[in-house]
């Protein structure tokens, strides 16, 4: 989708214009998304903001879409290579796996696989120099430019505990919103 020639800058300015997405997206209090043809708003906390920045470079990187399939992928991706000190990532990518697994779960699973053979950028914070880069450098800096490498043992175990983890946080995150409508019912 991107070319491995485009600097980092150039591909994250198409994925902005092909999203809908502009650089407020980086400091806008609230983040707004449909679930259907229901609009639905979560706060954008100082930590998504922190995370996000990281977020959309995976996106350049994977290839990865922002649909709904494509979110469940990145998130597992970004969970199998790690989300780091990010608290934000892990909370959200848990919660998008889970949404990912009930509508994709092969793709899950192989995005899980991809990202537990590359790296992630959590390891650091979001800098400009990032996006002086070309994408090619990117994807060979966060080892997606190898071929995939099929899952072993050890990735089947690490995505059963991660499957266990986006259900708990999903289960954690939902259970709350249910008791409070019934008791308001």
Request: glycine content about 8%.
């Amino acid at each position: 989708m991107y070319a491995d020639s485009l600097t980092v800058a150039e591909a994250r300015a198409r994925y902005f214009a092909d999203n809908g997405f502009t650089e407020a997206t980086y400091t806008d209090p609230w983040v707004k998304l449909k679930v259907g043809p229901v609009p639905f708003a979560f706060p954008n906390t100082t930590a998504r903001k922190a995370a996000v920045k990281l977020h959309d470079l995976h996106h350049v990187a994977t290839d990865y879409r922002t649909t709904w399939t494509g979110e469940g992928e990145i998130a597992a991706w970004e969970i199998g290579a790690g989300c780091g000190r990010y608290g934000a990532a892990w909370l959200l990518n848990l919660s998008a796996m889970a949404i990912g697994l009930a509508i994709a779960p092969r793709a899950v699973f192989r995005a899980f696989v991809r990202g537990r053979h590359s790296k992630s950028l959590y390891d650091r914070a979001f800098a400009d120099d990032l996006l002086a880069l070309r994408v090619g450098e990117l994807r060979a800096l966060l080892r997606l430019d190898q071929p995939a490498a099929p899952a072993s043992a050890a990735d089947r175990l690490a995505f059963a505990v991660a499957v266990a983890g986006a259900l708990a946080t999903v289960t954690g995150m939902v259970m709350p919103v249910a008791l409070v409508i019934a008791w308001l019912a």
